[in-house]
């Protein structure tokens, strides 16, 4: 079985501030890992994925996150933020090995204030 | 290439009515699925397909019914809707390799009075 938890439902955050939105996994086989994101009224899309190789993964928009196996997490980042920004994040995860089906976690609620 | 389409975009039942939701993908994608998402519950998965002819039970099935009878379809009936299906209802479409990215549709949003 697998799990994904994203720490805080919700981050406000100034314009052009650091963010960082936190996301946990458990599984007892390798991972592939996701971030997507839903802008307002809208359905979800991708916003980077971790696959193999490099843990330090970048996708569009200027976000960025780290996959950190011993810690077991995959959070995401941003330099500096607009008001653009403002969404809803969520972090999935789908098993290398058996279960196809993804698991989201609860989604992160990022509110970019001027 | 239209991606994954939903339709309609809103709807409003009243109680006991049935309805089906429409969504085609045109990625040539075998797996498709349905969520719901509700006010702090994130994305809670309905049903789901591996290929025309498969489906399976999600996390909410009770209510609902799907099924697969070409690649590219997957419509979710509401057999009697009541005020607990009050929600968006998004369907999603991917390759079943676990590295492929869900790609979903722009969602319906349904209204059960």
């Known amino acids: 079985a697998q799990s994904v938890t994203q720490l805080d439902s919700q981050v406000p955050v100034f314009e052009e501030a650091p963010v960082e939105l936190r996301c946990n996994y458990s599984s007892s086989v390798s991972v592939y890992l996701f971030w997507y994101v839903q802008y307002p009224n809208q359905g979800l899309q991708l916003l980077l994925k971790y696959l193999s190789g490099s843990t330090l993964v970048k996708g569009i928009n200027g976000f960025e996150a780290e996959f950190n196996k011993s810690q077991t997490s995959f959070h995401l980042r941003k330099p500096s933020v607009h008001i653009s920004d403002t969404a809803e994040y969520f972090c999935?995860?789908?098993?290398?090995?058996?279960?196809?089906?993804?698991?989201f976690g609860r989604g992160t609620s990022l509110i970019v204030h001027p | 290439n239209a991606g994954v389409t939903q339709t309609p975009k809103f709807q409003v039942l009243k109680t006991g009515q049935s309805m089906t939701l429409q969504c085609a993908q045109d990625?040539?994608?075998?797996?498709m699925s349905w969520y719901r998402q509700d006010p702090g519950m994130g994305l809670r998965l309905i049903h789901y397909s591996v290929g025309a002819g498969i489906t399976d039970q999600g996390e909410v099935p009770n209510g609902y019914n799907v099924s697969r009878s070409t690649t590219e379809d997957f419509p979710l009936r509401l057999l009697s809707a009541a005020p607990s299906q009050t929600s968006v209802y998004f369907c999603?479409?991917?390759?079943?390799?676990?590295?492929?990215?869900?790609?979903f549709g722009p969602g319906t949003r349904l209204t059960v009075l």
């Open positions: 999603a479409s991917s390759f079943v390799a676990p590295s492929d990215t869900q790609y």
């Open positions: 999935a995860v789908r098993s290398s090995g058996g279960s196809y089906i993804p698991t």
């Open positions: 990625m040539n994608h075998e797996y």
